[in-house]
């Protein structure tokens, strides 16, 4: 991840977009790691707001699980999405 990449979600934390229809809150954390070496790990993800929506049962159904997505995974339209939401 650039710095760029994770100041931007990072500046942002606790904020919603929506993408696809669907509303996400950004949540942005970090934590001190040892594997495979020590640092600063940085882990942004998309956490659905309303978990009782449509959508997100009809996944939840299909994974099998609560889910959130990662950040770092988003195709590139996504992303210029979110950055339209939060400028």
């Known amino acids: 991840m650039t710095d760029s990449f994770t100041d931007f979600f990072k500046k942002n934390n606790g904020k919603v977009v929506k993408l696809k229809g669907v509303a996400y809150k950004i949540k942005y954390s970090e934590h001190d790691a040892i594997y495979p070496y020590k640092h600063r790990a940085k882990s942004i993800s998309l956490d659905p707001v ?31 999405e979110i950055w339209r939401q939060l400028k």
């Open 50 to 80: 309303n978990k009782r929506s449509k959508e997100y049962l009809a996944t939840k159904r299909k994974l099998g699980d609560d889910w959130s997505i990662d950040a770092q995974s988003l195709s590139d339209e996504a992303l210029a």
